[in-house]
């Protein structure tokens, strides 16, 4: 018996879709398996399609071009009076100690039989200073960082005021500057534009699968798939922020700055703005109470390592 013509021709066309989504879903799988890399902060196979070069390339021309918007903004880049000569001295003597930290622990980690590229040796590090309100800092791929003086009264005394006070007790300063570093050592900006743009292809991979459907079916669909995938970048992000939490208290330690520190900065974070913030799993970051928690379940070991490379015992 012969089918009605019309019949055969969508069931070819829906048959050719579904033939296009199972090809595009294995290519996407054989594309994420072969560009994987082993991050040694977690030993876990990790998607990346970007080059420690591309990204080093990308973090300076951002950086180039952040310093240019900020213009007169950057601390003593034309001018400097003893205040601001001494926030930017204080601030480059943490990111030296950190550096140094971070190219003897990448040796470590190749030393206790890690196959990993280090970077920390290779990075042009730069760091400067960006008046501004902002509580914020942050470490380009490259090594290129910025402290803005919004985040010196969270880190300092907590007075509500930014004063040279403020870098009189440096050891929350510290780490702030070596979780911003430890997202830039485990190549984060790299991994989370390779999944963003993983997510962009599996999306329009489906998309030609659902060619036949009713419009609003297809609607609620995509919108569906947009929903999880926001929340699978959500989950990533936040994963990274918890791993360079710790490898920023490892930078901490070796550079001899206190880790007992870092659960009152956290807790300080979450008060700013009114402690007003999303639930955790609606947000890119993880909540500061849980950053502070985790901060006190490495503490033990934190110390160890800190009375261990310093030669003295903290009290």
């Not at 890399?37 to 990790?46: F, L, Q």
């Not at 591309?54 to 952040?66: H, I």
């Not at 901490?252 to 870092?262: G, I, K, N, S, T």
Request: proline content about 3%; some cysteine.
């Amino acid at each position: 018996m012969r089918m009605p013509r019309g019949r055969s021709g969508r069931g070819g066309l829906g048959g050719g879709r579904f033939m296009m989504l199972i090809v595009g879903a294995i290519g996407l799988f054989i594309y994420y398996q072969s560009n994987k890399e082993v991050n040694p902060y977690s030993g876990k196979a990790e998607f990346n399609t970007i080059s420690i070069a591309d990204a080093t390339k990308l973090g300076a021309q951002s950086y180039v071009q952040m310093l240019r918007q900020e213009g007169g903004n950057v601390v003593c880049s034309q001018s400097c009076d003893a205040g601001g000569k001494e926030v930017v001295e204080t601030v480059r003597e943490i990111g030296e100690r950190l550096r140094v930290a971070a190219i003897e622990m990448e040796q470590d980690y190749l030393a206790a039989g890690h196959s990993f590229e280090p970077v920390a040796s290779k990075f042009d590090w730069t760091f400067n200073v960006i008046a501004s309100d902002q509580p914020n800092a942050f470490c380009l791929p490259g090594g290129y960082v910025a402290v803005y003086t919004g985040i010196l009264d969270v880190t300092g005394n907590s007075d509500g005021r930014v004063t040279r006070e403020d870098i009189q007790d440096v050891d929350k300063l510290a780490v702030v500057m070596g979780h911003e570093i430890g997202h830039a050592l485990a190549h984060h900006g790299a991994k989370r534009m390779s999944n963003s743009k993983l997510v962009q292809m599996g999306t329009m991979a489906v998309g030609l699968g659902l060619g036949d459907m009713d419009a609003g079916q297809r609607a609620m669909v995509q919108q569906a798939l947009g929903m999880a995938a926001q929340g699978k970048l959500m989950a990533f992000s936040r994963d990274h922020e918890t791993e360079a939490d710790k490898i920023g208290l490892e930078l901490l330690v070796r550079a001899c700055y206190d880790p007992r520190e870092a659960p009152e900065l956290w807790m300080r974070m979450g008060q700013l703005g009114g402690g007003k913030r999303p639930p955790e799993w609606m947000s890119t970051h993880p909540a500061s109470e849980t950053r502070a928690e985790n901060f006190r379940r490495w503490m033990p070991q934190a110390i160890a390592m800190y009375e261990q490379n310093c030669g003295r015992a903290l009290r």
